[in-house]
Structures are given as structure tokens and as C-alpha cells.
T-cell receptor, first 111, second 114 residues
């Protein structure tokens, strides 16, 4: 069974800092990995998707990397802003149809 | 605007009642999914549908039922057999069920049992 773990569970940083969120998974036979953002009481917004054959994806201040062999992914956020405060979820695609989610990292960026 | 809509935003259910959560998408996606989110837990898959008139059980299907009569609609019924239905329910879709496809999510429905 695929287990997805996100560390840390919560993180507080001052505005302007660069930060890294970590995601690990137990079964390296994944098809892709998605990073999502969730604001309180809201749905999920897809941030980045990395195919299993890719090593990283970038979108604006976000960069996600994937190391399948070690079962790890990181989400790098550059020059953090208060508007980045949210919960960040990592999910891996298994069996071609459904995502396995981690419990998320709750990020607070203080002015 | 293309996207996924869920209604209602909030839903209250009495013991013994069945309730139906709506999910509609205008993205022309073949595949649709229902997930449940509980505090402190990751999202868990309830049901998924790869194509019209077909659907499969996910990891926690007991006490739930779905239908897929139209491509754009995938309603979820929470039956009285679901013992702990209070949760946040999220609907998602993807272009098809191929392994490389990104999943997009709706805004969610919060269900509370009174």
C-alpha cells in the first residue's frame, strides 16, 4: 500500500524567506506526482504536476522536484509572501486512476 | 469559465437520511472522482468513474453510492448506512483515466450530521 508522508506538518516563516516542503512515498512505482494548495474551507488548487519520467517542474516562484528511486519530492517556494499561507498537499498517482494524498503541510508566512 | 461546481456548499443531514451531493464539470473530462477529507487525514477516494455509465469503488465506498448518466455529472449519495458521514467532500475530474493526467478539484461540500 502506498503511504505518503509530508514533513513538516506545520511551518511558520517570515516574509521573503525561501522554503522547502518535503514529501516522501513508500512505493516508487508511481505514474506522476501532484502538488496542491488548499485554503481553509476551500477546494484544492493544482500547483504542479511532475510525470514519473521528469525530474522537476517550475511555475513562477514554485519549483518541484521528483526523485522516484528514493521516493521523495520537494516543493521549493522562493521569496515567500503572506498570500502563500495555505496548506500544501502532495499526492502520487497509483494504478492509473486515483491519487494517494499526504496529510499536508500548513504554511504560515508572516509579514 | 470552465471548471467544476459542487452544490450545496454546506449540507446538514439528520440521522437515517440519505443525501445527495452534486458535482458538475464543463471541462469535457471523461474521468471523475469523489474524495473525502477529514481533519488530520489525507484525502481518501470514495468512487471514481472513467467514462459515462461506468464507475468503480474506491478505498472507502461503504455507505455511499454514485451514478454517471451524463458525462458532465457525477452525483454522490451518502446513505444512512454510512456511520460517520461528517466530512468535507471533494469532487475532481481529469481528461481521461490515463496515468499522466492532472486532476482538477471542485470547491467542496461540507456535510454535517445533526
Amino acid at each position: 500500500k502506498q503511504e505518503v508522508t509530508q514533513i513538516p506538518a506545520a511551518l511558520s516563516v517570515p516574509e521573503g524567506e525561501n522554503l522547502v516542503l518535503n514529501c516522501s512515498f513508500t512505493d516508487s512505482a508511481i505514474y506522476n506526482l501532484q502538488w496542491f494548495r488548499q485554503d481553509p474551507g476551500k477546494g484544492l488548487t493544482s500547483l504542479l504536476l511532475i510525470q514519473s519520467s521528469q525530474r522537476e517542474q517550475t511555475s513562477g516562484r514554485l519549483n518541484a522536484s521528483l526523485d522516484k528511486s528514493s521516493g521523495r519530492s520537494t516543493l521549493y517556494i522562493a521569496a515567500s509572501q503572506p498570500g502563500d499561507s495555505a496548506t500544501y498537499l502532495c499526492a502520487v498517482l497509483r494504478s492509473g486512476y486515483a491519487l494517494n494524498f499526504g496529510k499536508g503541510t500548513s504554511l504560515l508566512v508572516t509579514p | 469559465d470552465g471548471g467544476i461546481t459542487q452544490s450545496p456548499k454546506y449540507l446538514f443531514r439528520k440521522e437515517g437520511q440519505n443525501v445527495t451531493l452534486s458535482c458538475e464539470q464543463n471541462l469535457n473530462h471523461d474521468a471523475m472522482y469523489w474524495y473525502r477529507q477529514d481533519p488530520g487525514q489525507g484525502l481518501r477516494l470514495i468512487y471514481y468513474s472513467q467514462i459515462v455509465n461506468d464507475f468503480q469503488k474506491g478505498d472507502i465506498a461503504e455507505g455511499y453510492s454514485v451514478s454517471r448518466e451524463k458525462k458532465e455529472s457525477f452525483p454522490l449519495t451518502v446513505t444512512s448506512a454510512q456511520k460517520n458521514p461528517t466530512a468535507f467532500y471533494l469532487c475532481a475530474s481529469s481528461i481521461d483515466w490515463q496515468s499522466y493526467n492532472e486532476q482538477f478539484f471542485g470547491p467542496g461540500t461540507r456535510l454535517t450530521v445533526l
